[in-house]
């Protein structure tokens, strides 16, 4: 080689102005992150619906771009910013990054992937494998969903590759809601679809802008109802699906329909 790689030439000087210049960028970089997860979810909280997830979805793409500018405010700061020494820079953060932290770093592109791509957003409810709950928060390594039961999970961006993602209203304020009935096969059907989507259409749950449908599966072993309407706010939708069917079993026993006892076997 005819040049050899000089260390006293890749890095800046890094005197008092310097550090102070990179701990004034970090400092408003990290008080500017820690503003907008704050104050943004106070600002969609107060919004009705759809612009509550539009409101919330900003974050992630806020904290990247904060992130993104730090880094290019910093590096210059570090290192001399030469054609030459951003190459081997950029080319020795790689290889530690596909050698040393390549499940960190399939992370982290994975989160810039789905950030990009939209596949989940803040307030989007989604079932990644057994797990399912609403997002709460999208990192650039993981995103944190809280289940219906409470409990927060954190699952790895990278999940993504190889897996499928189940967006139930994917940026929309509401989500299809089904409630279940099997019946004995012995019954009049068309009396009861006409009960089941009364029952929808009483609930104080239900928005009223999207339709509701009743949709009919003959088994073996008697009849399985799947009554399907949206609530006003996706957030209502467990309290939509207890209301109906509640309410909807005691209007099939009023109506004197016996309930089927489904095999073990069987699911959905």
């Not at 990054?97 to 810039?112: E, H, R, V």
């Not at 309930?259 to 076997?265: G, I, K, W």
Request: proline share 5%.
């Amino acid at each position: 080689m005819s040049e050899e790689i000089n260390l006293g030439n890749f890095f800046q000087s890094l005197d008092t102005p310097a550090l102070l210049e990179i701990g004034i960028i970090l400092a408003l970089a990290i008080s500017f992150i820690m503003t907008i997860q704050r104050l943004v979810p106070w600002l969609a909280n107060s919004l009705p619906g759809r612009k509550r997830l539009l409101v919330l979805s900003i974050t992630p793409y806020l904290r990247l771009t904060t992130i993104i500018v730090a880094v290019l405010l910093i590096v210059p700061r570090v290192i001399e910013p030469t054609f030459q020494n951003m190459v081997a820079i950029f080319g020795s953060i790689g290889l530690a990054l596909g050698f040393a932290l390549k499940d960190y770093a399939s992370g982290l592109i994975a989160g810039i992937v789905a950030i990009g791509e939209m596949n989940y957003r803040n307030g989007d409810w989604v079932k990644l494998g057994d797990i399912s709950g609403e997002v709460k928060h999208i990192g650039l390594r993981t995103v944190e969903i809280v289940t219906a039961d409470d409990d927060r999970v954190l699952v790895p961006h990278s999940y993504l590759w190889s897996n499928p993602v189940i967006n139930s209203n994917n940026g929309d304020a509401r989500l299809q809601c089904v409630a279940d009935f099997y019946l004995h096969p012995q019954h009049d059907a068309k009396q009861v679809q006409a009960l089941l989507e009364d029952v929808a259409l009483t609930s104080p749950y239900i928005y009223f802008d999207d339709p509701v449908a009743v949709v009919v599966f003959e088994k073996p072993w008697g009849t399985h109802y799947r009554l399907k309407a949206y609530p006003v706010d996706a957030s209502q939708q467990f309290r939509f699906i207890t209301d109906m069917t509640i309410r909807g079993k005691a209007e099939l026993l009023n109506l004197g329909a016996q309930f089927a006892l489904v095999p073990n076997a069987v699911q959905n």
